[in-house]
């Protein structure tokens, strides 16, 4: 079965604030060396900063999880698309340290709320047979917003952009933050060309409308599906003001907090936030490291690829387990590097390593199972649980990384991550379900336990 041009025209804007998501992530990195030396920051300061973002995800998954059940996912992105444009300006043009945590974290907010709403929007119009492909299209746009991070950090740092555009010298890191004000005004734009979801206009009692989009989408038996979807949210007795924190939503509430944790806990996002700083601590200069850096997110392009072709063919639990043995090892190898204060070539070669197995399991998979695992009447809810573990631990690693580096070893995080994958892969290997091929209403009857 193949995709029509509705549904991916529709696919591809859910799924740009994943570009947003990974945009936001690694343009830091070649903001945080400027910034410390401009307002004397400490490791702590330093650590502050990086954090503020996932601050404001954590905030922002939660309240999307409402407000996407309220306004549906579509007006829901509109809100994180704006906020989004004019906090990446706020932080190019911040005066002082506070203001620019305040614009980080009020950036954060918007980043919470499309990495929630984008994939829920995404699983709840794809058709069963696609929708790991479809629904991984988001982070398709978070790697490809890491390498467009990396990339444009590169290129005004080697053009001196805050130079030419009359900000003085050392405010590069300015244009950097203001860059993505640019595709977050172009996500904006392509938001009002696509339809609702068929599941939340069912929820509202908007039978005829949802039909419309289902038919629209390329459902093959759109009269069916409705009747399916109506079934379920009658059975459910959804209603917009439905608690995800119930006990019956035990199983379900496991396994997105814990998949969430366990993707920060590769170290993924310190990693790709301080890729300058570890780079320059192995001995290379700044603009090598920029090179380095794209290089990385590159791997990460090609191996999300590589993902997108094996999730509804090998499942998603496989993809795991796959992942977290490649992950660890990597992450091994890096420790011994910087205990051994040696053999730092090999550096580039395993980071490369890490992200390819992160990119086609972990990196992948997380946004689809999330939103696979809830039923209809709390999925946004419940997205917006897992991205805040995700968003939760991301901020603690953030904040923590550089200050283990700078009290006790370079090779402490690295060490603490390999463990952490290594918990990973027995909890998953235990405890995870596979869920690929199976309707959102089929995975609601298996995982949701009444009684």
Not at 66 to 72: K, T, W
Not at 172 to 190: E, Q, S
Request: proline share 4%.
């Amino acid at each position: 079965m193949r995709p029509n041009s509705r549904l991916m025209n529709a696919t591809v804007t859910g799924a740009l604030g994943g570009l947003l998501y990974g945009f936001d992530t690694v343009v830091i990195s070649g903001m945080i060396d400027p910034v410390v030396r401009k307002y004397g920051l400490s490791p702590h300061s330093m650590g502050l900063t990086v954090a503020a973002s996932p601050v404001g995800t954590i905030l922002g998954c939660f309240a999307a999880g409402v407000i996407g059940q309220r306004l549906g996912a579509r007006a829901a992105l509109r809100l994180a698309a704006a906020l989004y444009v004019l906090t990446a300006l706020a932080a190019a043009c911040s005066v002082s340290w506070p203001m620019l945590l305040a614009a980080r974290f009020a950036g954060g907010l918007a980043i919470g709320a499309a990495s929630v709403l984008g994939p829920v929007y995404i699983a709840e119009l794809a058709p069963a047979a696609l929708r790991g492909r479809l629904v991984g299209a988001f982070q398709i746009n978070v790697v490809s917003g890491i390498l467009v991070g990396y990339t444009s950090n590169f290129l005004v740092r080697l053009t001196h952009a805050g130079s030419h555009l009359g900000l003085g010298g050392g405010a590069d890191w300015r244009v950097m933050a203001g860059v993505g004000a640019l595709p977050a005004l172009i996500f904006l734009i392509l938001l009002f060309g696509i339809p609702r979801s068929p599941r939340w206009l069912v929820a509202r009692g908007r039978g005829h409308e949802a039909l419309a989009v289902l038919a629209e989408m390329g459902a093959p038996d759109a009269q069916s599906q409705l009747a399916e979807i109506q079934s379920a949210i009658s059975a459910e007795h959804a209603t917009v003001h439905e608690p995800v924190f119930r006990w019956k939503y035990r199983y379900p509430l496991f396994l997105a907090i814990s998949i969430g944790a366990f993707n920060q806990l590769t170290g993924i996002n310190a990693i790709l936030s301080y890729m300058h700083t570890i780079f320059i601590a192995a001995g290379f200069s700044q603009l090598s490291s920029d090179q380095q850096a794209i290089t990385i997110g590159a791997t990460n392009l090609i191996f999300t690829l590589v993902g997108m072709a094996m999730i509804d063919r090998f499942g998603r639990k496989s993809l795991l387990i796959v992942g977290a043995i490649g992950t660890a090892a990597c992450l091994s190898g890096v420790a011994w590097v910087f205990a051994a204060n040696s053999h730092q070539s090999a550096l580039l070669g395993l980071l490369v390593a890490f992200i390819a197995f992160f990119a086609l399991s972990q990196g992948l998979v997380v946004f689809v199972y999330i939103g696979e695992v809830f039923p209809n009447s709390v999925r946004s809810k419940g997205q917006g649980v897992g991205n805040a573990s995700m968003a939760a631990f991301n901020m603690a690693i953030l904040f923590v990384f550089p200050v283990l580096a700078h009290a006790l070893s370079p090779q402490t995080p690295f060490i603490f991550f390999a463990a952490a994958t290594l918990l990973q892969l027995v909890v998953i290997t235990l405890f995870y379900p596979e869920t690929k091929g199976h309707t959102l209403e089929e995975l609601q009857s298996r995982l949701v336990k009444v009684g």
